[in-house]
């Protein structure tokens, strides 16, 4: 089928789909895949990752085989598909041997366009045999990120899809993640062979959610406000425990709101029809832990809480990512304290040393995220590597409800001093410390009272400090040793700024401290997520700056 005509394509976007545009770079995307090319993208959840490989399916002759994770969001994606009239089948252990038999007919008599195929089914001979008799258009691997040990989903059988789709003779393969961790897609790369394949990395901005990090204080009080102002509205609410998802599930059915519980100590069986009641709207909102979510595509999600801290920001921006997939409002809400960052500590502490260092560098990033006054915004996008350069993004508690400012110009300059003459050593306990005029056993140790910058800050409080030096850090004048976890560095823009100060506004911290009260007081334990390796991880990080700043990141 010949598409080169500039409106051919949307032509049939608008007849198969009804959509008048595309979205970001969909276009490019399809176009690649339509000229025969290897494709690779990366895209944030919600963004349109299906409409890349299910537009392809229509418009190139043969069988489009599309290898998905999980058996219940095959259903879904196909039943999307036949009622946009598009011929769509799936292949999976839940069919009987009539129906296999039927499928294979169909296949091979060039009916179906669009297989869906669980990785299971792919990886038995049968199957093979089968599809090497089949005209083939193209390879499309969605979740792609289950490739690899280092995503937050990682699936054995995926390792071996390249194996098997070698059987099928040459075709281009299209591989799709919404993983933003650069380690990530380069394992996703070298395990399919894919490293000549085009890249196409779309910005990880999603306008349409707003970010809010609230004390969490009187959190059920709150939290039950909050749901009455959206009432109807079909929301998630992550947990970090299992006996937290029932508690809570249960207050808000006391309440009078329509609730169910989501986790993977339930029935499989109760499980899914929690997840079904929620995706037929028999129920508004979902209480989960973060065992729920991973594709799941309901478009019309308006809010996503988070009843207690994450334990990273990269779990964090895939839980929230799945509010407003349809561009619509998506408001996400964090309740924040330090106790909870405290005990997400404690529940480290028997992990080995270099887990545990790396659960607690991530905790860390997200105890910065929740108390910094700097944009939402443009603190998670500067996490995965982009710079957002608006100055107000109108869309998060920061940017909407500025908090109070104060001129910073002189701390800064402290901070940055205190930073050089420990020889950028040190991580923020310790120069806290050191501004403060606090000799413990490492400002003795190292003879750090010698300091001339040693007391000068005594004046204010640790809070103060820490606040300062998280936003000297966020914006840019310090920088993480990336050989030295932990420890800061004075950045070009720091050294530029103690040769030349400027003035800089600081912002006032919110108070994140909570009276202990009863109901934080449950010892249940967090549900246990891999943990990444974070050196790597920042690593990778830097490198998927460096890419994004070669690339030109499109407009998502
Ligand atoms: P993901 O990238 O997470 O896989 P999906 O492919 O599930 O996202 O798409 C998310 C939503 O966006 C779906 O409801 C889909 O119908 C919608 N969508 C995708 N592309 C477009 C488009 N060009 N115009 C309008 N809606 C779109
Ligand atoms: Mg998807
Ligand atoms: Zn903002």
Redesign the pocket.
Known sequence: MLVEEKDALKER?KEI?G?S???GN?ETIIRNLLDGKNTFVI?????????CYQLPAMLREGLAIVISPLIALMKNQVDQMNAYGVNARFLNSTLSKGEITRLKKDCMNGVVKLLYVAPESLNKEETIDFLKKVNVAFVAIDEAHCISEWGHDFRPEYRKIKTMIQNLGDMPVIA?T?TATPKVQLDIQKNLQMEEADVFISSFNRKNLYYEVRPKKETKKQLIKFLKDHKGKSGVIYCLSRKKVEEIAQLLNVNGFKAAPYHAGLDPDVRMKNQDDFLNEEVDIIVATIAFGM?I?K?DVRFVVHYDVPKSLEGYYQETGRGG???LEGLCLMFYSHNDLNKLEKFNKDKPVQERENARILLQEMEYYAESPVCRRRQLLHYFGEEYTQENCGMCDNCVHPRERFDGTEAVKLVLQTVKQTNERFGLNHLVNVIRGVEDEYVKSYGHFDLAVYGKGAEEDADYWKSVIRQTLIYQYLEKDIDNIGALKISERGEKFLKKPHAIELARDHDFTTEVDEEEESNDKPVNTKAYDVKLFEILKTLRKKMAKEKSLPPY
């Not at 944030?44 to 990752?49: I, M, S």
């Open positions: 976007l789909f959509y545009q595309f979205r969909q895209m944030p959840t919600g963004a349109g990752k299906s409409l799709l919404a594709g595509d478009p997939r349809d561009g």
